[in-house]
């Protein structure tokens, strides 16, 4: 029979051990979504019906350099003007815009993501009602100790 100090020792190790390991794997949600894991996909749906997708090159993003490519589908799709990032829970890095090109049979734009993190990339289309917003976590997935974000009931 352990003693008090020996049981309390035993739950505390246990705890401790707990703490770093990653919380459930929200994947299952992601395939039910119909995203792509090993491509690094999101997506979303604007007001009007459009289905909006996002990949990123590199994938998974990082900070630094990251080009972002848009796919629009649905009833007369429109072209995307531009994306704007914005930090969601840092408000003090503010709005950057950033002009969508062609390439291809998507929509590019190179952005910078400042540093590891929430992010939000914000689809725009001509009348401005119907952006759509597309949340993603920065960095390295194999550091994280949460969910790999992809749909927008993953993060707060």
């Known amino acids: 029979m352990?003693?008090?100090?020996?049981?309390?020792?035993?739950?505390?190790?246990?705890?401790i051990l707990g703490c770093g390991q990653p919380e459930a794997d929200a994947r299952p949600a992601e395939a039910a979504a119909g995203l792509n894991q090993a491509e690094e996909r999101w997506e979303a749906r604007t007001a009007s019906g459009l289905t909006v997708r996002m990949r990123t090159v590199p994938a998974p993003p990082a900070a630094g350099p990251l080009r972002v490519l848009?796919?629009?589908?649905g009833p007369a799709p429109r072209a995307p003007l531009t994306v704007d990032l914005v930090s969601p829970s840092m408000p003090v890095h503010?709005?950057?815009?950033?002009?969508?090109?062609?390439?291809?049979?998507a929509w590019a734009a190179d952005i910078e993501i400042p540093m590891d993190g929430g992010w939000s990339v914000y689809v725009n289309f001509d009348d401005g009602s119907d952006a759509v917003?597309?949340?993603?976590?920065?960095?390295?997935?194999?550091?994280?100790?949460?969910?790999?974000?992809h749909t927008q009931e993953d993060l707060p």
């Open 2 to 15: 352990r003693t008090l100090p020996e049981t309390i020792l035993a739950l505390v190790a246990l705890m």
């Open 133 to 149: 917003e597309l949340r993603f976590v920065a960095g390295d997935p194999a550091s994280r100790t949460h969910p790999h974000p």
């Open 70 to 73: 848009i796919h629009v589908d």
């Open 94 to 105: 503010g709005v950057t815009r950033y002009a969508l090109g062609p390439a291809g049979e």
